[in-house]
């Protein structure tokens, strides 16, 4: 038998797996462990936090033992849990805001538990009450870290932002909010900027470093799914992947998901698929990107369609956030197909619309199309690169023909 | 840039089966939770970073410089050959 006095670790300020276990709610032997709390305690919050806590264990563990769930009962259940902890959470709340930061990674556990059963009644009931309750729980953990003006820097409770920004993160993309998401992004920005905040590194996510992986998922997802920086996106996407481990290949494909992209059009590279296999999971990434990749290297514009018109894709696509991604690519298929046709002519200075709505045609299967309107639209295809300086060059609307740079038609950089 | 539509049918062109086209709509649609790790710490060594040569190989320089040889990639050189004697 396990006995655990609660109380001591308030007094003394540390915390050791036993506390991460009485605080999480999870499972666990009440018979094989047994907790308590000193009567003589004067801490009445925490006196009523045990109190909470030990009804919670009760319950999970009650619930846990039966045989039969029923769909309803599981609902009720989680229902009456969520409000104990969200209790349990103000309670350690209330406590931590007078504590150093020892506290700050078993209250991450008592968040997390707030979030976990959160998620199960967001899947069963899918109203957005409780995630946005939960939200807001969640974010006074975030705002004690933040504001901590505790002058010691080993006791300042600052090292806890990154960990807790996760959670709000999670529950943000859970209600689809993507304002919430920028709100937060905002604020570490700013506080970052002025110096306010340790980095990634220095802080708590460096002893628990799956958060690592995380924080840089969400913010590289946030820079390519909702600001299309690609060139930020790559940054954070890539020190997510690095930050894995071998056996994270569930990870390491939603991070492949969205880095690919962000690659082909930031950094004009493409992915060694050979490598890519040896990492992943299942076969999502070579289906998706290696025929987007194929139409890539060649400028075969209607492959390109007919791949990402799939119904299957276009929801992948839409539900991962890379509309914007996917059509950036599109016009990077075209601008291939472009400088596939220059480098076939001997004059590459001044090129004909004709000569390149040749290759058009070809590329999209057209026939019979008017010439004239045919033209306007490569024109107006054309102009589009120009502007975002993928080619160098301008357009004569009365030759019908592209004048190119001599240097670099073509230039190396892309500014995503 | 739409895909053409079949006049008579009013129907877009059905799309060729072949395997690498259609994805399984299995895998596609799986929602993992991205964040339950088995673990959440581990040795730095243990990362991709320090255990692999990822970030040597996961990446091949330039898909606009890489000149391809396939089917399509020789019907658009004959038509754009075809382009040229016409307009010499």
Redesign the interface.
């Known amino acids: 038998m396990n006995f655990v006095e609660v109380g001591q670790y308030f007094k003394h300020r540390y915390y050791d797996e036993n506390l991460i276990k009485f605080l999480s709610c999870k499972y666990c032997n009440l018979e094989e462990t047994i907790f308590t709390l000193d009567h003589a305690s004067e801490n009445e919050k925490l006196k009523e936090l045990f109190k909470v806590t030990m009804e919670i264990k009760k319950d999970m563990n009650a619930f846990e033992l039966k045989k039969k769930k029923k769909l309803n009962a599981r609902v009720a259940h989680y229902k009456k849990t969520y409000s104990s902890i969200e209790l349990q959470l103000k309670l350690m709340n209330r406590i931590a805001e007078r504590e150093t930061n020892w506290i700050v990674y078993p209250l991450l556990h008592v968040a997390s538990g707030l979030l976990k059963v959160t998620l199960e009644l967001s899947k069963r009931l899918r109203t957005p009450e409780f995630n946005e309750s939960c939200g807001r729980s969640i974010h006074r953990c975030f705002t004690i870290c933040l504001n901590d003006r505790n002058p010691k820097l080993n006791e300042n409770k600052k090292i806890g932002i990154y960990v807790f920004a996760n959670l709000e993160f999670k529950i943000y993309h859970e209600l689809n909010n993507m304002d919430m998401v920028r709100n937060l992004i905002k604020v570490l920005k700013s506080r970052d900027s002025g110096n306010e905040i340790p980095s990634l590194r220095e802080s708590l996510a460096i002893k628990y470093n799956s958060n690592i992986v995380t924080f840089n998922y969400f913010m590289g997802k946030y820079y390519t799914c909702v600001e299309n920086d690609f060139t930020q996106g790559y940054k954070y996407l890539m020190d997510a992947l690095l930050e894995c481990t071998v056996r994270d290949k569930k990870q390491i494909n939603k991070i492949l998901v969205l880095l690919i992209p962000c690659a082909i059009i930031s950094r004009k590279v493409y992915p060694n698929f050979e490598t890519v296999e040896r990492f992943q999971k299942d076969d999502v990434i070579p289906k998706l990107y290696k025929p987007i990749v194929e139409c890539l290297l060649n400028g075969n514009l209607d492959k390109f369609e007919k791949v990402i018109n799939n119904e299957t894709v276009e929801i992948f696509i839409l539900k991962n956030g890379l509309y914007v991604a996917i059509n950036l690519i599109r016009e990077l298929v075209f601008l291939k197909l472009i400088k596939t046709a220059v480098m076939q002519i001997e004059n590459k200075a001044v090129v004909s619309l004709r000569y390149i709505a040749t290759a058009y045609k070809k590329s999209l299967h057209l026939q019979n199309t008017d010439e004239e309107s045919l033209l306007n639209e490569l024109e107006c295809l054309l102009a589009n690169l120009i502007s975002k300086k993928l080619v160098k060059g301008y357009l004569s609307h009365s030759n019908r023909c592209i004048v190119l740079s001599k240097a670099e038609p073509f230039p190396k950089q892309v500014l995503a | 840039?739409?895909?053409?539509t079949d006049p008579v049918t009013n129907k877009?062109p059905s799309?060729s089966k072949d395997s690498?086209?259609?994805?399984?709509?299995k895998?596609?649609?799986e929602d993992?939770?991205?964040?339950d790790?088995?673990?959440?710490?581990?040795p730095?060594s243990?990362?991709?970073?320090e255990?692999?040569q990822?970030?040597a190989?996961?990446?091949?320089?330039?898909?606009?410089d890489?000149e391809?040889d396939?089917d399509?990639?020789n019907?658009?050189?004959n038509?754009?050959?075809r382009?040229?004697q016409e307009?010499q």
């Open positions: 840039m739409s895909t053409t877009e799309i690498e086209e259609i994805l399984t709509k895998t596609l649609e993992d939770e991205f964040e790790f088995p673990v959440d710490n581990w730095s243990a990362t991709l970073r255990s692999t990822l970030q190989n996961l990446w091949e320089e330039n898909w606009d890489v391809v396939d399509f990639a019907e658009l050189k038509e754009l050959d382009y040229k307009h």
